[in-house]
């Protein structure tokens, strides 16, 4: 089984309805209950925001720092980590809008938010995920990509300079007088970029359809298959060389179309993760309600069980409100799957009853207008 990382101690100051804070938890899983508004998702995103990334409501800093808080927010906690036991903790200075993040690792300055990677990984499950079978496209590649960087953090920077280039490449061609060589070294850079991406996004699929389909063997979370569409459609066989000619053809053939449209048509950029349930020979988006939850968990549980899997240490996870959608046996195989796991759990819902089948495996608190108490 993986070594625990697991957080120990949380420190809130001036975060959403948290004043003040001082939690102590211990190895064991954490269930929060506790009435609408109470602030327990406050607790998760805050649990969120150490790891890279705007946190679980993709949250601008301004917003999450405590309304009338003279400064900025902060965010600490004690873990016994990846890397041993650390501190590590984020925050802003001031509250005003446009502030950056500041990120610390035991005292000390970090200088990139990669570096948390090396102590704790989060992973969660919030109900506005729901948004990825109902939603459009970049919920699915927002998904997509997410599963890429929990385990390559070099991904961030090929999608952003990938990002980069095709910027500069719809300014060429907006403007009407593109020197030829300039856009065909620009159309390089997104080929070599694009395809990298795109492989790096097809291999981390492939890992975890393999995971949902060992979560199915116990019947209790759906076989979904999944599968890329849009670019680089059927491709993936092609050698690199010959996959390099056909994006640069691809981008030439375009680039008319392109400048009309006033933006690039064609890429990973606008790539769909199609997500079928097996059993029902269904897209998700068709499936009913609990379906599509159960369908969801049983992605973020094989996600967790990958990332536990390729770095020996299971992520913390953070289930917002989905006990709540589970009938119980459902929910009782996702305790016990969870559990499996060798990670610590958050989890939250209005009626602690629901967490019975979690027993002394948790420990219980309850949440009510910006304290803790259990
Ligand atoms: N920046 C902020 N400053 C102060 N309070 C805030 C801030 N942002 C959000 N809140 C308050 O936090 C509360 C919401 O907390 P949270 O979303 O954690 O609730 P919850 O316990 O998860 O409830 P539910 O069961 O309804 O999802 C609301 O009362 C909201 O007004």
Known sequence: MPHKVFLSRLKLSDFRNYAGLSLQLDARHVVLTGDNGA?????????????????????????????????????????????????????????????????????????????????????WLTPAMDGLFTGGSSDRRRFLDRLVLSLDPEHGRRASDYERAMRSRNKLLSEGRADPAWLTGLERQMAELG??????????????????????????????DLALSGFLDGEWHRPAFDLEEQYLEMMRNGRYRDAAAGRTLDGPHRSDLLIRHRAKNMEAGRCSTGEQKALLVGLVLAHARLVANMTGHAPVLLLDEIVAHLDEGRRAALFDLVDDLGGQAFMTGTDQSMFSALGERARYLTVANGTVSG
């Open 39 to 123: 602030g327990k998702t406050n607790l998760m995103e805050a649990v969120s925001l150490l790891s890279p990334g705007r946190g679980l409501r993709r949250a601008a800093y301004a917003d999450v720092a405590r309304v009338g808080a003279e400064t900025g927010f902060s965010i600490f906690a004690e873990l016994d980590g990846m890397d041993g036991p650390v501190e590590i903790g984020t925050g802003t200075a001031g509250a005003e809008e446009g502030q950056a993040r500041r990120l610390r690792i035991n005292g000390t300055t970090a200088k990139t938010v990669d570096e948390l990677l090396d102590h704790l990984r989060v992973l």
């Open 195 to 224: 395809i990298s991406m795109a492989l790096a996004r097809q291999e981390m699929l492939g890992l975890l359809a393999a995971l949902v389909d060992k979560n199915d063997a116990g019947g209790i979370y759906p076989a979904a």
